[in-house]
């Protein structure tokens, strides 16, 4: 079984910009979290769609958004970069509900992004 | 506020040796899990342990659950030189439905 995937592995975009990053689960996962790591912060939990919907939310500005698609592929935004989002921002990928009793989760390799 | 908090934040030991780490936690949880991070990858996996497991076993690691303490334990017994990792408890907090990490224990293993 293919892991979870991640694009792009890296990217560089300048303040004020926007960014897409793409997470493709574990085939048969329904669902998919967000997290961001920096070295200050830690591993900061963004959101987490399941079927589509989204389930859960982090502290974060509503410049982060995301969705889910009916193939369970994940997508977040970022609108209007600012310096301290430069991070790595990783995926993780669970059969059901991530915070179940039985809810492991399997990370990607990440997509590090770098705001100038 | 993170909900799992590890200890120490750094180690540094000597290949055979054993290595522990402490987590502990603030509310109700589901469950406990362990992942390991090598420098800039993503999240392997390591263990999860249920809120009414009190210890597991796993190759080399065990972990312990102390629900009245609200913490864990995740020793690596006869630890090698790639155990050097960071390495993160995370807690799915009951009605939450969320996985929240630690800021994770850096373990050095010297050759």
């Known amino acids: 079984k293919a892991g979870v995937t991640q694009t792009p592995r890296y990217l560089i975009k300048t303040r004020g910009q926007q960014v897409t990053l793409s997470c493709s689960p574990i085939s048969g996962h329904r669902s998919v979290s967000w997290y961001q790591q920096t070295p200050g912060q830690g591993l900061q939990f963004l959101f987490e769609y399941f079927s589509e919907t989204q389930r859960n939310k982090g502290n974060f500005p509503g410049r982060f958004s995301g969705r889910q698609f009916s193939n369970s592929r994940s997508e977040m935004n970022v609108s209007t970069l600012e310096l301290g989002d430069s991070a790595l921002y990783l995926c993780?990928?669970?059969?059901?509900?991530?915070?179940?009793?039985?809810?492991?989760?399997?990370f990607g390799e990440g997509s590090r992004l770098t705001v100038l | 506020s993170q909900q799992g908090e590890e200890d120490p934040q750094a180690l540094s030991i000597q290949e055979g040796e054993n290595a522990t780490m402490n987590c502990s936690y603030k509310t109700s949880i589901n469950n406990l899990q362990w992942y390991r991070q090598n420098s800039g990858r993503g999240l392997v996996h390591l263990i999860l342990i249920r809120s009414n497991e009190r210890e597991k076993h796993s190759g080399r690691l065990r972990v312990t659950l102390d629900t009245s303490k609200k913490s864990s334990s995740l020793l690596i017994t006869a630890s090698r030189a790639a155990d050097t990792a960071s390495y993160f408890c995370a807690t799915a907090h009951t009605g939450g439905f969320k996985t929240i990490f630690g800021a994770g224990t850096r373990l050095f293993v010297k050759a």
């Open positions: 993780a990928s669970s059969p059901g509900l991530a915070g179940a009793a039985t809810g492991e989760l399997f």
